[in-house]
């Protein structure tokens, strides 16, 4: 008998046997789901196979990028994560599911990431591929690299407000938070970017208005109510109620940035500076109907909320893998020294290639994003990895399994070793195409290139400067991005002798 023949059976029978039988209709339910499932044999965790709570607990526990790759060297490919859910481990598999035109649209686990309103999402929860093309190109002008070159003066001020914060723990020898801090340099590079001026993260070291533990909180509700994502409008009127009166999550990073934009509005001061609000503005003025004022300020929150986290877990990916192998750190100090004297223009630093390549392989072996980037499968299925997946399954890639994969990247993938960027221009090609920390097809970041530039230039300021003295590894926490702390004395450079050792 067919699936859809048992069900209808069953709903011919009378409520009350019904209602007494419903305990036990459910596993029979899910368990004949799973049997007549043409992917059966595609192996995974045994409970994953009939429920989404397999999923839901190994995302609670707050390490699935690790769980990710182990399941891969254990069950190879392609791996079930969620009843109709495959994790993916293959590069020719990325250019389908990713590949511009191939009409694989986001997994509505992204649902839970934006407005309970499908039609007011933004840019990164948007489900709908025509919608979010207009949108991505309303924002196109105001994120290309002649707009970010024109802003790139905005984050000297940071650089040098972190080098004095960075003076004065080397100074008082207290230990301190170094993901932390690089957080709060994030974070106020973004302030400055996007509504011209600094949040006063650098200034305190504070969480200003609360803003960094609301977007710990939407990113814990995204990452799990994306699990159930049905239970989204009622969870998301739960979490503003918990919030007692104040606004929770993305609501209170909305409401953090309509204030930052209704102080720079009613200022009434000309700033002249070329930040993203006065682009978004301008286009606004230009065309009220097209870059409506939904767009502002969609615009300016997911630059917040988007763009420092992301950053700031890259920085400390460079700092932690650079002190933790000195032959690099080294390396990367006879590049700099006595070719940089104070701020680095993003273009110059294009011209030091071990720190791109350094700044690239901290991406690659510690992505911010720790959990498969899901997008369902087209009409009329597709051929993934040698199995033939079915439309409406869900299938994603971890940018953790893709960059762990040897044939992307080489047989020391789990290592970090920048030079594998230096080898030969086919190579880092090759390994730029299966470069996933920023994602792939027209979902990518559209952030990627402000990052790079920030990264670029407090790197140089960072390395010249200081050494640091880590109390031991980092910890990490896995709830989308993969956040990590640790605790260090910084300590102003030592002089170095010509061989490169450390002295004093
Ligand atoms: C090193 C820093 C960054 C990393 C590693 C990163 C990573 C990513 C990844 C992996 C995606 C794709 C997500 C998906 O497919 O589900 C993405 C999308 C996005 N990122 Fe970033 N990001 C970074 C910085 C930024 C910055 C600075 C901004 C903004 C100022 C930003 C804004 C966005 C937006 C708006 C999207 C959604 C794009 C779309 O769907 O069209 N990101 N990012």
Known sequence: MALEDLLRYLLALPRGPLLLLLPLLIPIYKLIRALADPLRTVPGPTVARFTRLW?????????????NIALHRKYGKIVRIAPGEYSIDDPSAAKVIYGHGN???????????????????????????????????????????????????????????????????????????????????????????????????????EDISGIIEAINSYLRYGAHVGIYRRLHPLLSRVNQFLAKGKEGGFAFIAVFTQRQI???????????????????????????????????????????????????????????????HPECLKKLREELDGKVDGPVSFRDAQEFPYLQAVLKEALRVHPATGLPLVRVVPRGGAMLAGRFFKEGTVVGINSWVAHNNKVSFGADADGFRPERWLESKEKSMFMDRNFFAFGMGSRTCIGKHISLMEMSKVMPMIVQNFDFEFEGPWTTKNHWFVAQKFRCRVLLRRAQDPSGTLLG
């Open 55 to 67: 999923k839901l607990r190994a995302f609670y526990r707050g390490d699935f990028e690790k769980t």
């Open 103 to 205: 009409n694989f649209v986001k997994a509505p686990w992204y649902y839970a990431w934006g407005s309970v309103d499908p039609h007011a999402a933004d840019l990164f929860s948007d489900l709908d591929p025509a919608r979010h093309a207009i949108q991505r190109r309303k924002y196109a002008s105001a994120f290309s690299m002649t707009a970010l070159l024109q802003m790139e003066q905005y984050v000297d001020g940071c650089t040098e407000l972190l080098r004095r914060r960075f003076s004065e723990f080397a100074a008082s020898g207290e230990r301190v938070d170094v993901a932390h801090w690089l957080q709060c340099y994030a974070f106020d590079v973004v302030g400055e970017l996007t509504v011209g001026k600094r949040f006063g993260f650098l200034d305190s070291g």
């Open 262 to 324: 209704d102080e720079r509005l009613y200022s009434g001061k000309e700033t002249g500076r070329q930040d993203f609000l006065t682009r978004f503005l301008g286009l606004q003025a230009q065309d009220p109907e097209k870059f409506t004022w939904a767009d502002v300020m969609a615009g300016c929150t997911t630059n917040i909320g988007a763009g420092s986290d992301t950053t700031s877990i890259s920085l400390s990916s460079v700092v932690y893998n650079l002190w933790r």
